[in-house]
């Protein structure tokens, strides 16, 4: 490997954590941490360290193609310039749309906003980051005047409480979670955690207190809290008076929330809720880190304000250790907040509803025009598509039909749309099925530009190796279609640092500190020191030298509000917005696995990242479960009016009882029927637009296939003839778990129909059946290397898979052995993968706790499980929990 390497930012979470790679002679990439980026001191989890295997062309879009033939891009985007360019002369403005994303860089967003709101005249740009923290945004400038983080990541580790809201931090943003866990071990236990959240989950291993609370119910917790707070000593008068309007209307709000109130709101023991009122008012550095729990509500902004007015009255907010901070999903939701991506925004955080602002930001882009109101938002965007007054929408990075609430409506409405352009790393999405135009778009490792993480900390992508096919950016493929509108003048970049700099520049322009957003320290900077730029927080102004401390907002009181005070809003409580049927019982909830990221289109392809979790699955309570007759491993069915899904069943308590989990990733790609956000209703924040991702309700039913199956094959199979499958990449192929209702005749002829293997094809299948018992297995062997292997059998398949994946990656490795599906005594079961850094299993880490080992330390020390990026620590905490309680209770018992 070469000695210099290339830093760079993950594209995955918004904790934004640096990456050092360097390149090979043979165009082999190594990933580590940058230990030189403020986000992460070298830290990264294992999507981060697993970067490099998502490099490539495999499942690339690679050229333009127009109606699905391959165009030029000259002809794509003279069509795409032309389609729009008719639908606004026919329709007028608003009858377009850009749907974009907060994976694409701060330049692409620029363009596409500019574009839409300065030049083709509509506020029609919206982002999928609306569905995952705008409700944040509206509740910072509710209460601040204007969308700003006011702490840092520091200030985790320097408080003395740390609050988890909604935030399964240890799996969401998993290196700022190690830098929590870091920050207790070296301080003896400080921070206190206490994390809110109705499952208990890998981020509840660290908390001193797990507040399991009813689902919607946060908004009652933090308003008994307010009303001890402002009863308290933590009050702080002087801030309240000198700084902030609305208190007596917030505490009017708060006055029924008595602690008793709230125990009976949120189903939390009465002692729960005393011990962490007393836990916030005794503790002065106290940061409440909230994220989608908090985000994905239909009173999700009233949750923020209800979290912020909490630190206002004990004038809690800006200093080292304290203050609200919200954690960013994606890995440049800020940066699209800043150019102001969304539909109710204006570039450098201006807003569409201010005329002053409207004539400041069309006078500095001499655009023709500027909307004076907002445009659509996600939700609505793709209902007015659906209804035709929307005739043609350009999809940048995004999968709008897995990732939208009522998913199956968004299909049908692009399905109906006259003109759908989709700009995408990958060939085929969900969403691509729709497209009338294809854009190659670069991927990471590719394109070049800007990023900005949780903390405003703004660092550069840079590209690591040519792009895959004739790729191009978005900014320059957005450019070159204004350009061909007519608005050649305003589009005509150079590059991504020409873009970077008028930014830069509008951020400052009259400002004159009335903005928060400024970095025009950097309108000026040069080709090169673009391309060489360090990560730097915002603000920047011109005239300020770079800043190597943190940055913080608010500790002078000092906010941007017309008053320049801050507002404490007041926040009644509302709970969920659905309603419990008779069958749909069921309060379904949605989120994210450690190991993949959004529809899996980049981790999908990383046989590393399937290891932990390799299929869809629905979380359920062990009551729910044995009512309705779910069993471990079964399959169930979660259904309502709007859509079905058909999940593998984990039988846990760490769920609560009347709720259902399940992640978001697997989509039409992944797996038979996955695409959890057909079940979501499109129920809106009314104030955000942010759909409640995390409260619909649905039906559970078991169901009871004949036969579940397990799979390896080389190639990715193109037809999969079972009622259920979820497709998983493996070392050397892909790893298949399968499941039907159909009496199978012949086992090893679907067997080869899965792996594309002919009855005549010249092949050795070495089987075992047990006609009485219901199970086949076989192997198949061409050209001396297994081809691919069958597992069946009435119950859940009960081979060992991690196991078979390891075998499978050795081309040489014994059929005969495979086919048993187990080891046997000269080998073991390393069971589910944990620790994917070093392969550690589950049976691993609890033979080690059998052999002696107490903690993370002698469980690294015995096996190197946790000792790599650290992600598994966590589950491997609860491992050793979990054994030592099974091996200590029979003891007891005697
Ligand atoms: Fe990437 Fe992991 Fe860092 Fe998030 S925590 S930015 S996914 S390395």
């Keep these: 490997m070469s000695d210099c390497a290339i830093k760079t930012t993950c594209p995955y979470c918004g904790t934004g954590c640096g990456v050092s790679a360097s390149i090979g002679a043979q165009g082999g990439v190594e990933i580590a941490g940058d230990p030189d980026h403020p986000a992460n001191h070298g830290r990264l989890c294992v999507k981060g360290a697993a970067l490099a295997q998502t490099l490539g062309d495999e499942g690339r879009l690679l050229h333009p193609r127009i109606g699905g033939a391959r165009a030029s891009w000259s002809d794509a985007l003279d069509h795409v310039a032309r ?26 967003y ?31 400038r509710r209460a601040f005047g204007a969308d700003i983080v006011p702490g840092v990541y520091e200030d985790l580790e320097t408080a003395d409480l740390v ?36 499952r208990r989950t890998a981020t509840s291993e660290i908390a001193d207190l797990h507040l399991a609370i009813e689902p919607g119910a946060d908004v009652a917790l933090f308003l008994g809290l307010l009303r001890r707070l402002a009863k308290s000593p933590a009050l702080d008068r002087a801030f309240v008076d000198e700084h902030t309007d609305g208190l007596d209307q917030a505490l009017a709000a708060a006055l029924p929330w008595t602690p008793g109130a709230v125990a009976r709101r949120t189903g939390l023991a009465l002692a729960d809720v005393e011990r962490f009122f007393d836990l916030v008012v005794s503790t002065d550095r106290t940061v409440t880190v909230y994220s989608q729990g908090v985000n994905q509500s239909s009173a999700g902004v009233d949750k923020v304000n209800a979290i912020i007015n909490c630190h206002l009255v004990a004038g809690r907010i800006g200093k080292p250790g304290r203050g609200p901070f919200s954690a960013t999903g994606q890995p440049n939701a800020m940066g699209g907040r800043e150019v102001g991506g969304l539909a109710n925004q204006l570039a450098a955080h201006m807003e569409i509803d201010k005329p002053e602002h409207r004539a400041l930001v069309q006078e500095f882009w001499a655009a023709p025009h500027i909307p004076t109101s907002a445009g659509l938002k996600a939700v609505d965007m793709f209902r007015a598509i659906g209804e035709g007054r929307i005739k043609a929408v350009w999809i940048m990075g995004t999968n709008p039909v897995d990732s939208l609430p009522d998913a199956d409506r968004v299909a049908a409405a692009l399905s109906i749309c006259p003109f759908v352009v989709v700009s995408d790393v990958v060939e085929r999405t969900d969403t691509s099925e729709f497209a009338h135009v294809l ?27 040519a792009p895959a096919g004739e790729a191009m950016p978005d900014w320059w493929a957005m450019a070159a279609v204004a350009r061909r509108m007519g608005f050649a003048r305003a589009f005509d970049y150079s590059g991504p640092a020409a873009v970077f700099r008028e930014h830069a520049a509008l951020s400052g322009y009259r400002n004159r500190g009335l903005r928060g957003f400024d970095i025009s320290a950097l309108a000026n900077v040069s080709d090169s020191d673009y391309r060489a730029m360090l990560p730097f927080q915002w603000p920047w102004r011109v005239g300020e030298a770079a800043s190597a401390t943190p940055r913080r907002f608010f500790a002078d009181g000092h906010f941007f509000t017309d008053s320049g005070r801050a507002r404490i809003v007041a926040t009644p409580f509302r709970g969920l917005a659905g309603r419990r049927g008779e069958r749909c019982e069921f309060v379904f909830n949605t989120g994210r696995v450690r190991d993949q990221w959004h529809t899996m289109t980049r981790t999908g392809v990383a046989a590393r990242l399937s290891q932990h979790i390799a299929e869809p699955f629905a979380e359920i309570n062990p009551a729910d479960a044995a009512r309705l007759g779910v ?50 209703a499109p129920v809106l924040d009314p104030v955000s637009g942010q759909p409640e991702s995390k409260g619909a309700y649905v039906e559970m039913t078991a169901l009871h296939p004949r036969w579940f199956g397990f799979a390896l094959v080389r190639e990715k199979p193109r037809v999969i003839e079972a009622d259920y499958w979820a497709l998983g990449r493996a070392d050397g192929g892909w790893r298949l778990e399968l499941a039907g209702f159909d009496a199978v005749e012949d086992w090893e002829s679907r067997a080869r129909d899965l792996l594309g293997i002919g009855e005549s094809d010249d092949a050795f299948v070495l089987s075992a059946r047990d006609a009485r018992g219901g199970s086949y297995r076989c192997v198949i062997v061409r050209d001396g290397v297994i081809a691919g292997a069958l597992y069946v059998a009435r119950e859940p398949i009960a081979v060992a898979r991690a196991w078979l994946c390891e075998l499978f990656a050795d081309p040489a ?20 993968k944990i620790c994917v850094c070093f392969n550690v299993g589950a049976n691993a880490i609890r033979d080690a706790v059998d052999g002696g080992c107490r903690d993370l330390a002698a469980i690294g020390e015995a096996t190197t499980a946790g000792t790599g990026c650290g992600s598994c620590r966590p589950e491997i905490g609860r491992l050793v929990k979990q054994r030592l309680a099974e091996i200590t209770l029979p003891a007891a018992a005697e």
């Design 83 to 108: 389609r729009f360019r008719q639908t606004v002369e026919r329709y007028g403005p608003d009858s377009v749309a850009f749907y974009v994303s907060g994976q694409i860089l701060t330049e692409d």
């Design 110 to 140: 620029y363009v596409a906003n500019k574009l839409m709101k300065g030049f083709i005249g509509s506020a029609n740009i919206d982002t999928n980051s609306r569905l995952c923290m705008s409700s944040s945004v509206a509740g910072h």
């Design 163 to 198: 609050v988890l809201v909604g935030s399964n931090l240890a799996w969401c943003h998993p290196v700022l979670f190690q830098r929590l866990a870091a920050a207790r071990e070296k301080r003896g236990g400080k921070p206190v955690v206490v994390n809110i959240d109705p």
């Design 439 to 465: 854009l190659p778009a670069q991927a990471w490792g590719e394109k070049d530009g800007m990023v900005t993480n949780s903390e405003r900390c703004i660092s550069r992508q840079r590209a690591l190796r």
């Design 631 to 680: 069993r471990p491993a079964g399959l169930v069915r979660l259904a309502n009016g709007r859509g079905a899904v058909t999940l593998r069943a984990l039988v846990t308590d760490r769920q609560r009882e009347g709720s259902v989990f399940a992640p978001i990733h697997w989509n039409d790609q992944f797996a038979s029927n996955a695409r959890i956000d057909t079940l979501v």
């Design 813 to 832: 490795a014994d059929p005969a052995i495979m086919l048993a599906g187990r080891p046997g005594a000269a080998a073991s079961d390393p069971g589910q």
